[in-house]
């Protein structure tokens, strides 16, 4: 195992993996490293990449003696695009070639059942890793990792909603809107890779406790309704196309409402990165595992109560 936190030494990042409709080796390279070249910036897929990068003033870009120094994606096209755009020194064959490399490794994927067989050989090597979200999207891949955890590997994963920015005013302080009565969540995608993003925007506000899960949707149009120990009724809309309704939030107390949508995709990444390397800086969790597997928890949950027809599912104090 490496020499784990790292405390003020230079630190050397993998990027590795890249899924269909996710550019976040792009993205995230970009934001660790602070640099780009603006050319090749142009032949990145995804327009929206483009957007929000061009648009950042470079003081805002990179982290302080961090960079990615390796990168493996599935097309080595792919891996020389993401290499040229970010700057990234090295283009592995295989994702173990970073090993004895890299100080840590970033698997920036999204598709969760994925995540078991792409971390193990890293946790085999007691690399630190953050793992894109979801970390998995079932219960057993969701054991497999807290065993890992439990033995001392240092494994991060979370979803940049955590650190939305129109997101920060209400975690844990809503006293404005009275007592709070009900949550509303829109999001776009499938419930296995982007509910997670709907889940983990509002956990924050919430905090831990969430006692029953029901999904009366179907595949690409997921509708849930979840119920939180403090009484708080949770509606969460998922639905495939509605891009229109990515995470927009309704708050409602007996006294006053909110309603606020994420918009700063940026803001969401560099403090979700930035949050990792003082992870590997310090030993410190941003927040505990015990979130995270709650979250996953419900992923799982929400996937099993569509595929059984609706049926109602509980945890812990809601059994």
Same mark, same amino acid.
């Given at each position: 195992?490496?020499?784990?936190?790292? #405390?003020?030494?230079?630190?050397?990042?993998?990027?590795?993996?890249?899924?269909?409709?996710?550019?976040?080796?792009?993205?995230?390279?970009?934001?660790?490293?602070?640099?780009?070249?603006?050319?090749?910036?142009?032949?990145?897929?995804?327009?929206?990449?483009?957007?929000?990068?061009?648009?950042?003033?470079?003081?805002?870009?990179?982290?302080? !003696?961090?960079?990615?120094?390796?990168?493996?994606?599935?097309?080595?096209?792919?891996?020389? *695009?993401?290499?040229?755009?970010?700057?990234?020194?090295?283009?592995?064959? +295989?994702?173990?070639?970073?090993?004895?490399?890299?100080?840590?490794?970033?698997?920036?994927?999204?598709?969760?059942?994925? #995540?078991?067989?792409?971390?193990?050989?890293?946790?085999?090597?007691?690399?630190?890793?953050?793992?894109?979200?979801?970390?998995?999207?079932?219960?057993?891949?969701?054991?497999?990792?807290? +065993?890992?955890?439990?033995?001392?590997?240092?494994? *991060?994963?979370?979803?940049?909603?955590? %650190?939305?920015?129109?997101?920060?005013?209400?975690?844990?302080?809503?006293?404005? *809107?009275?007592? &709070?009565?009900?949550?509303?969540?829109?999001?776009?995608?499938?419930?296995?890779?982007?509910?997670?993003?709907?889940?983990?925007?509002? %956990?924050?506000?919430?905090?831990?406790?969430?006692?029953?899960?029901?999904?009366?949707?179907?595949?690409?149009?997921?509708?849930?309704?979840?119920?939180?120990?403090?009484?708080?009724?949770?509606?969460?809309?998922?639905?495939?196309?509605?891009?229109?309704?990515?995470? &927009?939030?309704? &708050?409602?107390?007996?006294?006053?409402?909110?309603?606020?949508? #994420?918009?700063?995709?940026?803001?969401?990444?560099?403090?979700?990165?930035?949050?990792?390397?003082?992870?590997?800086?310090?030993?410190?969790?941003?927040?505990?595992?015990?979130?995270?597997?709650?979250?996953?928890? *419900?992923?799982?949950?929400?996937?099993?109560?569509?595929?059984?027809?609706?049926?109602?599912?509980?945890? !812990?104090?809601?059994?």
């Amino acid at each position: 195992m490496l020499n784990f936190p790292f #405390h003020n030494k230079d630190i050397k990042l993998a990027m590795l993996g890249m899924t269909e409709g996710n550019g976040h080796a792009y993205s995230w390279s970009i934001i660790i490293n602070g640099d780009y070249d603006l050319k090749s910036l142009s032949k990145c897929p995804y327009p929206g990449i483009i957007d929000y990068i061009s648009k950042q003033p470079k003081n805002t870009l990179g982290i302080k !003696n961090t960079k990615v120094t390796h990168v493996w994606t599935e097309d080595v096209k792919e891996s020389k *695009l993401v290499s040229d755009i970010a700057k990234i020194p090295n283009i592995v064959e +295989k994702p173990e070639d970073v090993i004895g490399k890299v100080d840590a490794v970033l698997i920036s994927t999204d598709i969760g059942s994925e #995540h078991v067989s792409r971390c193990r050989p890293f946790v085999e090597a007691g690399i630190p890793i953050f793992v894109d979200k979801p970390l998995c999207d079932s219960l057993a891949d969701l054991e497999t990792f807290d +065993k890992w955890v439990k033995e001392g590997s240092n494994i *991060l994963s979370s979803s940049a909603m955590r %650190y939305a920015k129109e997101a920060e005013p209400y975690h844990q302080s809503t006293y404005e *809107l009275g007592k &709070l009565q009900y949550v509303s969540v829109t999001m776009a995608k499938s419930w296995e890779t982007y509910g997670i993003h709907a889940l983990e925007l509002m %956990y924050p506000i919430l905090g831990p406790g969430f006692e029953s899960i029901q999904n009366t949707g179907r595949k690409n149009r997921n509708f849930l309704h979840i119920r939180h120990k403090s009484s708080i009724d949770i509606n969460i809309a998922d639905i495939y196309d509605m891009y229109g309704g990515f995470g &927009l939030v309704s &708050l409602v107390g007996t006294i006053n409402n909110i309603q606020f949508q #994420h918009k700063d995709t940026f803001y969401a990444f560099k403090k979700q990165l930035v949050a990792f390397v003082d992870y590997l800086r310090t030993g410190i969790r941003p927040f505990p595992w015990s979130e995270t597997y709650e979250l996953i928890q *419900l992923v799982a949950a929400g996937i099993e109560s569509r595929d059984k027809g609706g049926v109602k599912i509980s945890f !812990n104090g809601g059994k």
